[in-house]
């Protein structure tokens, strides 16, 4: 039985309408943040309707007045986000594409492809066929990388997305491509497939004019594919001496049960009249703003900004992260939820615009920044409005950086004759 199925059942559905209508027009960044609210909602009903409450570790059942409650600011958000989204995109829509098409040089596709596969090698694990993990990590490798690895990936996305779009060397490139997944398989190394494989698959939704049905169902099969190799990897990689967990599937969910104790505890703390950040709204609002620049900077500069998974663990202990809708009811009620969420789609309808104007201009760097801050919403969305406020603006400031740079350089005379045809 479903506590209150008349909220929570309309809530998914009209989420899941929005996420369709925005897949359909390719707004991808758009719709990834509404993906990643409907999958918080579909995780509140499944573990409704399974009786699995316990890993949220708040109650032991649904009580009525919660499922009120977090229906109401899920909403708010959401329509807030939608009409923000809504007035960006119609004011946008009257300005010229502006199409400026890349010079085809063999550079642009070959300089990210041989970069991106030398940095694979030198940093490359050892596969399971040899060793068990976690020995194989690092078993060839020549130069740890760690986290930077993540930029062999970036740049092979870069190389197969230029290679199609301009029609060179793009056999060399998918080549390059899928023997990089193989090695992935074969080190067990699942988060790197996945960025791989999910990144070019980004990259050629963002391509089609428009998204139907079946476009929707061959997702459904291939995300259900990709989480059986991913299960397989798991077993193959550790020579089968992984353990064996008796938890449900539900229960093994990590980000989705902490939030919706994120939401209970913010209902309970904002109900009970207490005000966390004062200021309230314009407060928050300036250290959002603030919060664009690299946290390096902002510490040495000394200036100590917000931070909602901070200050909600001076209220109650919790695990980390803080669900975006949930952090905003604590600071400053539905009004904050309603503004902000406006703002967060204004912001989205911008990076949508910029893909689409990336795709007209073969700016495939560009296409890529905005793909990836469309994805790490299914991250940020449960660590907080700083984390996504951050990658949702990353396309923003970067664009705009570089807008101010090749300015700059227009003004200097030995620069002049490059003309912008030269490669992105």
């Known amino acids: 039985m479903i506590v209150l199925p008349e909220y929570q059942f309309p809530l998914s559905a009209t989420l899941a309408l929005l996420v369709f209508l925005h897949l359909r027009r390719r707004r991808l960044c758009s719709a990834c943040v509404l993906a990643a609210l409907l999958a918080y909602t579909l995780y509140l009903l499944a573990i409704d309707y399974a009786d699995t409450v316990a890993q949220v570790r708040v109650f032991s059942h649904l009580r009525a007045g919660f499922v009120v409650a977090n229906c109401a600011i899920i909403a708010t958000f959401a329509v807030c986000f939608q009409l923000g989204q809504f007035v960006v995109t119609r004011v946008m829509s009257g300005l010229p594409a502006a199409p400026n098409q890349i010079a085809k040089r063999s550079n642009a596709v070959l300089v990210p492809l041989v970069l991106g596969a030398a940095l694979t090698a030198v940093s490359a694990d050892g596969w399971w066929l040899f060793a068990p993990y976690p020995q194989n990590k690092g078993l060839f490798a020549l130069i740890p990388l760690g986290g930077a690895g993540a930029v062999a990936n970036l740049l092979l996305l870069i190389a197969v997305l230029r290679a199609r779009t ?21 080190a067990g190394d699942r988060g790197s497939l996945l960025f791989l494989t999910l990144g070019l ?35 193959l990689r550790s020579w089968g001496n992984a353990p064996l967990s008796s938890a449900s599937f539900l229960e093994e969910i990590d980000l989705l049960p902490q939030s919706i104790a994120h939401t209970a505890h913010a209902i309970d703390i904002r109900l009970s009249g207490l005000e966390p950040l004062p200021g309230g709204l314009p407060a928050f609002a300036l250290t959002l703003l603030i919060q664009i620049v690299p946290s390096g900077l902002l510490h040495f500069l000394g200036i100590e900004t917000y931070n909602g998974p ?115």
């Open 201 to 235: 698959y980004a990259c050629r939704l963002q391509a089609q004019p428009r998204f139907t049905l079946r476009t929707v169902a061959e997702m459904a099969v291939l995300g259900a594919g990709m989480l059986v190799l991913l299960d397989q990897i798991s077993a």
């Open 166 to 186: 301009l029609h060179l060397h793009t056999r060399l490139a998918m080549t390059v491509f899928w023997l990089t997944a193989l090695h992935y398989v074969l």
């Open 310 to 424: 901070v200050l909600l663990s001076d209220y109650v202990t919790h695990g980390g992260g803080f669900l975006v809708p949930a952090e905003l009811f604590f600071v400053g009620g539905l009004g904050t939820v309603a503004v902000i969420g406006a703002y967060f789609g204004a912001i989205a309808a911008l990076n949508d615009r910029i893909a689409q104007r990336a795709a007209a201009r073969s700016d495939t760097l560009m296409t890529i920044l905005v793909l990836l801050a469309a994805a790490s919403t299914f991250y940020t969305m449960f660590y907080g409005v700083q984390a996504l406020h951050r990658m949702l603006t990353l396309p923003i400031v970067f664009l705009a950086a570089r807008t101010l740079l090749r300015t700059v350089l227009r003004g200097v005379p030995t620069l002049r004759a490059l003309g912008p045809g030269a490669a992105r």
